[in-house]
């Protein structure tokens, strides 16, 4: 059985032809797919994909860089979302520092929000980490994350962080990535994950994997990371 763990249905590329996406996943073997909440704004439109079909799911959160929602979600909002049946995660959270300039107080803040969301609606948590791997690691620890568990998506980190992610309760999840030629570094931390501990993902319609690369991705290709 293969799951795309972490992909943007909702995304325009993707939602056009949806019938399609969902056909070519089928046609591939992948039987599930985690669709994943990146605004408030736009969690609606998550959530009605996810309960189209018996097969897909989704999460509840928003995105570490995002700013298009006027306000800040809070625990009691993000618990009320994860109580929706399809709801299985909260996030993606974390932190991204790779974009963003000057103060980054309020990307922790949020991340800290999430991880007690999920720790109150007994949800996992999908964290994405860029630039920001220390930060990352020490909140989660603060916040005990390791309560609610969950996954480190789209992993570029080093070996040290995949430890002290699994440690935590983590697990790691590769993208399209680990296919690319220059990415020798991160197929060496692939080859140490256990594989109980491993997840696979498209992050779609992004990073589509060798020979696919530049071109729009999709779930059907989360196959081409383990072949």
């Known amino acids: 059985m293969l799951v795309d763990s972490h992909c943007h249905l909702d995304f325009p590329e993707l939602r056009a032809d949806l019938p399609g996406v969902l056909a070519r996943m089928a046609g591939n073997g992948v039987t599930h797919a985690l669709t994943i909440s990146t ?3 736009t969690f609606p439109a998550v959530r009605e994909v ?3 079909r018996p097969n897909l799911w989704c999460s509840a959160g928003v995105h570490p860089d995002e700013r298009r929602d006027p306000r800040e979600a809070d625990v009691d909002e993000l618990v009320r979302m994860a109580q929706d049946p399809k709801v299985v995660a909260i996030g993606e959270t974390g932190l991204d520092y790779f974009r963003v300039e000057g103060d980054t107080g309020w990307q922790r803040e949020r991340f800290r929000t999430h991880i007690r969301a999920a720790r109150r609606a007994a949800k996992p948590l999908v964290i994405h980490t860029r630039s920001a791997a220390e930060d990352t690691l020490r909140i989660m620890r603060e916040e005990g994350a390791e309560e609610a568990g969950g996954v480190m998506h789209c992993f ?45 993902e498209t992050d779609s319609p992004y990073l589509a994997p060798v020979p696919h690369r530049g071109r729009t991705n999709e779930p059907a290709l989360v196959m081409k990371l383990v072949v």
């Open 50 to 52: 996810a309960a189209s």
């Open 156 to 200: 570029t980190e080093s070996w040290e962080v995949a430890q002290a992610a699994m440690a935590l309760g983590f697990h790691i999840s590769f993208s399209g990535i680990v296919t690319f030629k220059n990415a020798q570094a991160l197929k060496d931390v692939a080859a140490r994950v256990p594989i109980e501990r491993m997840l696979v």
């Open 39 to 41: 605004t408030l704004e």
